[in-house]
């Protein structure tokens, strides 16, 4: 685990599996239960920071909902919410025109996006969790960010505030493989997305080395880094 600027606590974990996995080792979720559209967990203690988990992993509690899910449950106190972007209905970016942006400055394309902007909307920090796939974010979350670009038009062309608080944001990642440039890749996409929504980017948890559905699960030290990222976030 290494820390480094001073603007927020970055980690890359290494993980402890001997051999790198294949790609092709990759095991399919059976998992065919339709988990609700989003959901809240609930807590003891109740802080004013409201803290907003996305995950656009399309696995069903694999790698990445866990560590978002370990993240969520150190937030104590924080009101949460949790998404996963799979379960909504949201349509690819079609580059609407500066008129087709909504007079609150976002998509007028009439999907699921609007729990989105929404719930960005109501945090005060947002947690992004990915896993990498072919070397950057999943199509699921690149397709969420690219819904954006009507906040992106709003704030740099009509500067208009869409998101006038500034969040708090964090960023975990899980790959199979040890490539740090893809690391970069993905991280780059989310750096970019929290700068639209006004969030800092103070947090990053990049968790290689896990391929198989819930091998993060053998990997205390990515799930104790994605608490401690949460508990973090849930002090303000
Ligand atoms: C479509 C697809 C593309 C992938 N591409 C990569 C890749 O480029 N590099 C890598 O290290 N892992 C890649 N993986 C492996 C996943 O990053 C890895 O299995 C991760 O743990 C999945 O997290 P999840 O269980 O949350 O879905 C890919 C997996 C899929 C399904």
């Known amino acids: 685990m290494r820390e480094a600027e001073p603007a927020g606590r970055k980690q890359s974990l290494v993980s402890h599996e001997s051999r790198v996995p294949s790609h092709d080792s990759r095991v399919p979720s ?7 559209r989003e ?13 907003l988990g996305i995950s656009g992993s399309p696995r069903k509690k694999g790698n990445t909902e866990t560590l978002l899910d370990a ?9 949460i919410k949790k998404i996963i972007i799979s379960d909504l209905n949201i349509s690819p970016c079609r580059e609407e025109e500066y008129s087709e942006v909504s007079e609150r400055g976002f998509s007028i394309v009439n999907d699921d996006m609007s729990v989105i902007f929404d719930a960005v909307t109501e945090c005060d920090a947002i947690i992004i969790a990915s896993p990498i796939f072919f070397g950057s974010l999943s199509a699921q979350m690149k397709t969420m960010i690219d819904r954006f670009q009507c906040v992106w038009i709003s704030k740099n062309i009509q500067k208009k505030d869409v998101y006038p608080k500034r969040l708090k944001g964090a ?8 490539r740090q440039d893809f690391f970069d890749n993905a991280s780059s996409i989310i750096k970019h ?3 639209t ?4 980017y103070k947090e990053e948890l990049f968790c290689p080395g896990l391929d198989t559905k819930g091998s993060v699960k053998n990997h205390p030290e990515c799930l104790k880094a994605a608490g401690d990222i949460g508990e973090r976030l849930a002090r303000g």
Not at 197 to 200: D, F, K, L, P, R
């Open 71 to 79: 993240a969520l449950k150190k937030a104590a106190g924080a009101e």
């Open 197 to 200: 929504i006004n969030a800092e």
């Open 39 to 51: 959901s809240r967990i609930p807590n003891q203690r109740i802080t004013n920071m409201k803290i």
């Open 30 to 36: 059976h998992d065919s239960r339709v988990p609700s």
């Open 193 to 195: 997305f929290f700068a």
């Open 171 to 178: 960023f975990l990642c899980a790959s199979a493989s040890r």
